[in-house]
């Protein structure tokens, strides 16, 4: 009941009450909380959930919880939770997904954030004759670095 202490409205009804529903052929966006990647996000039981997933779970009469596939975008907008643009899938359909769509980004080398070394760090480190603790400890990274560095099982486009 409205008013009462402790009460909450229904999941389906808190749900969609933050959904902007439209003709059934467009995306219907999410109008609340937000992931940092775009995805819809609200909070159920304590966690925060991906709506899209849960309006997928709501359509199809399941708990969230239970959806142990992705749930994928037909139309590529995270912010959409129209149950008609949202498909079960695999990783293995997501990715085949980006690549016929074009939308898969692969970052390697000095274009990844988290990288350590430059494309020249590591030719240079591939012709050191040095030992590995010696290399690693020049360029203030791990041993097992160097290894996969100069074994070429990481920067293998250079």
Not at 13 to 28: A, H, I, M, N, Q
Not at 69 to 80: E, G, T
Not at 133 to 154: H, T
């Amino acid at each position: 009941m409205p008013g009462k202490k402790g009460w909450r409205a229904p999941l389906a009804e808190r749900f969609w009450s933050k959904v902007d529903t439209g003709d059934p052929l467009e995306c219907w966006e999410w109008q609340a909380c937000f992931f940092k990647d775009g995805y819809g996000q609200i909070r159920i039981e304590g966690k925060n959930r991906r709506a899209h997933r849960v309006a997928y779970a709501l359509e199809h009469g399941l708990n969230e919880m239970e959806i142990l596939d992705l749930v994928l975008h037909a139309c590529d907008n995270p912010a959409c939770c129209n149950p008609r643009h949202l498909w079960l899938g695999s990783h293995a359909d997501n990715a085949r997904d980006m690549d016929e769509k074009g939308r898969r980004v692969v970052t390697r080398g000095e274009a990844c954030t988290q990288a350590k070394l430059t494309e020249n760090d590591v030719l240079a480190i591939r012709d050191d004759q040095r030992p590995y603790p010696e290399i690693a400890e020049g360029y203030g990274v791990s041993v097992p670095l160097i290894c996969m560095v100069k074994r070429r099982k990481i920067w293998k486009h250079v």
